[in-house]
């Protein structure tokens, strides 16, 4: 995917006239790009498109106008799109019971580690890989970048659809798997192609 550059990006105020059909139009796209995996954890996975939506709202939010911060957005969020044979999502811990924030964030520490999340295709898995940086020894974030890496042999298989593929995660104190929907491999196979 190409990364992004300022000039895709629209003008604050040429964005405003614009933004409800583009909200619109990208929360239908994201819903076929969103999976939940057991009760508190929801995956997103990103392309150039979703990105785009997600640099426009921080600029209209923070009401940016000086072309090297809206510069130095574009290169944070390109950091996210998905290179060659990659699949790129943000993993987001979502807890609506506010007493309980703190203890389920406790135990859901380490989910950022080696093999925790995991796509199955076929009889392939194909382990998440995190960036860096959103949790410490006695913290986690709740918002995670993974990429997953996906061979050429195991793309042949996602386009199979009689393959089976599944998204799941294996840590100590959640364990949960579903199967993915056609619209999300479909999405998925758009991404690597």
């Given at each position: 995917?190409?990364?992004?550059?300022?000039?895709?990006?629209?003008?604050?105020?040429?964005?405003?006239q614009?933004?409800?059909?583009?909200r619109?139009?990208?929360?239908?796209?994201?819903?076929?790009?969103?999976i939940?995996?057991?009760?508190?954890?929801t995956?997103?996975?990103?392309?150039?498109?979703?990105?785009?939506f997600?640099i426009?709202?921080?600029?209209?939010?923070?009401?940016?106008?000086?072309?090297?911060?809206?510069?130095?957005?574009?290169?944070?969020?390109?950091?996210?799109?998905?290179?060659?044979?990659?699949?790129?999502?943000?993993?987001?811990?979502?807890i609506?019971?506010?007493?309980?924030?703190?203890?389920?964030?406790?135990?859901?520490?380490?989910?950022?580690?080696e093999?925790?999340?995991?796509?199955r295709?076929?009889?392939?898995?194909?382990?998440?890989?995190f960036?860096?940086?959103?949790?410490?020894?006695?913290?986690?974030?709740?918002?995670?970048?993974?990429?997953?890496?996906?061979?050429?042999?195991?793309?042949?298989?996602?386009?199979?659809l009689?393959?089976?593929?599944?998204?799941g995660?294996t840590?100590?104190?959640?364990?949960a798997?579903?199967?993915?929907?056609?619209?999300?491999?479909?999405?998925?196979?758009?991404?690597?192609?």
């Open positions: 995917m190409e990364p992004l550059t300022v000039e895709d990006l629209k003008p604050l105020d040429e964005y405003e614009t933004r409800e059909e583009v619109r139009w990208t929360i239908a796209l994201k819903r076929s790009r969103r939940s995996i057991g009760e508190y954890i995956v997103v996975f990103e392309n150039r498109d979703t990105l785009w997600q426009q709202e921080m600029i209209r939010a923070e009401k940016i106008v000086d072309r090297e911060k809206v510069r130095a957005e574009v290169e944070t969020y390109n950091q996210l799109i998905p290179g060659p044979g990659e699949l790129s999502a943000t993993l987001m811990i979502e609506t019971d506010k007493s309980r924030v703190k203890d389920i964030l406790d135990r859901l520490r380490g989910l950022d580690r093999k925790t999340v995991w796509l295709i076929g009889p392939h898995m194909v382990y998440g890989v960036e860096e940086g959103h949790s410490k020894e006695d913290k986690i974030s709740a918002v995670h970048f993974v990429r997953f890496h996906v061979p050429e042999s195991i793309k042949t298989e996602l386009r199979n009689q393959t089976r593929i599944e998204i995660i840590h100590p104190t959640y364990h798997v579903v199967p993915v929907p056609d619209d999300l491999r479909f999405a998925l196979l758009t991404d690597l192609d």
